[in-house]
């Protein structure tokens, strides 16, 4: 029996749109599907909008390359209080013109859950009228994105999510911010899961972990290297398509920046930190990439309706994190200095001295006149400098300003032969590249290094979730006396170099 409901996005308030919702059995767990109508003639694809960004691979995010759907838990709001359930998105071939929301653990939502639930799908996946404007905008101005079509860039379903995660891209290699962010969901769990095995007493959190055992305190140890790391490598690097062929010889080593004295050998996706010898890293690499990945996000739903993880939660919310111990947040997240500022930020959200809601309605129509202000008052907050900033209002929809690091002077000198390029003369450098896409030239340049991904590692949204950790510019090096791989560069973007 179908149940109908009429509401208005709580990103298109004007909008009144028809939304279904159904009851479900899959696998013996109760679901409720909603279906969520598209306003962009048929052009927008979920496998490229959430395939856009590397935000998609961080925990609690998990995209299935078969079914093509995107999973993860999703906190449905109301008035009294809010409920963490399972969400799937999928897109389906017979119906492009909507989205199917599953939503698992329910056999029914109100209408303030189903509010909440589409105003954070819409968030994610930036569907509203005016960034449906935008993208057509871009496109017209940058046919190589709309031949591809890339226009969306992948998000989170809440700003806090989204300015902790632009942290996360700080000063460390790839891997271990997909770990870190790993870490805070399963923390999450174990704060709101007392039967969870990994569970722990908040009693001996806020005493600052007094009491607690060695063994004890060897469980909250990180298992990846805290703090700022700078490599070393040696070895060759392939340019075939397939990434486990090219990965042939390498050696990693990380540093602690609290224990700069000391290294320590990178951590596989399974989390156990392994010594190779060069020649064993592909054989290792084999055996990691042989866990399934094809199955659905594994859930157990209670009872009640309430979600509870296997070894994984939801993202925590500011809440969850304000009354935690910086030291135990540090150790057990793996988070290193930034433990600090993440409790700052969580503190200073929850204490109401930062507004994200009055931030996010501020930047609800992105001008180039008001982007200094709104980097102005990020700045305020610590842990927040230019390239944190520049990725939390790319995430806010100014796109404009190109959030530049040493990936960023990887990319120039690979693709575009920038072999003088540095960190202090890159912003000049995209600016020659990418100034002619204003006031887009930050989707500009991003199309362009997805595209390279692509051609580098295969097609992103194919690839397992046990490979996610390689994607990193050392294993983008081409083998030593073999020519480099680059991209076709158009004789336009000559011009601009």
Known sequence: MLDRFITSSS???SALTSKMQRRQETDGRRSVVVELPLEDDGAFDLEKAVCSHGLFMMAPNRWDPLSKTLERPLRLYDDDHEHCLLVRISQSSDSP???LLRVFGTDSLSTLHQRSLLGQVRRMLRLSVEENKR?????DICEEAKER??????RSPTLFEDMVKCMLLCNC??????TMAEALCELQLELNCPSSAACFSVADNRNQLKGVTAAESEHFTPKTPAGKESRKRAGAYGCSRNLLERLTEVEEIFVDEEKPDVSVRPAFPDGKEVVLQKSDLCQATAEVCEVSTSEPFNSDPSEDGELS????GNFPSPKELAGLD???LAKRCGLGYRAGRIIKLAKGIVEGRIQLKELEEACSNPSLSNYDKMAEQLREIDGFGPFTCANVLMCLGYYHVIPTDSETVRHLKQVHAKTSTTIKTVQTDVEKIYGKYEPFQFLAYWSEVWHFYDEWFGKLSELPHSQYKLITAANMRPKRNVKCKKLKITSAEKLGM
């Open 173 to 178: 290699q790839w891997s271990r911010t997909l």
């Open 11 to 13: 990103v298109t308030p």
């Open 97 to 99: 013109h909507c989205l």
């Open 135 to 139: 993208v057509k905008e871009f496109q």
């Open 326 to 328: 910086e030291s135990f």
């Open 309 to 312: 993880f296997n070894k994984l």
């Open 149 to 154: 079509g890339f226009g969306r860039v992948f």
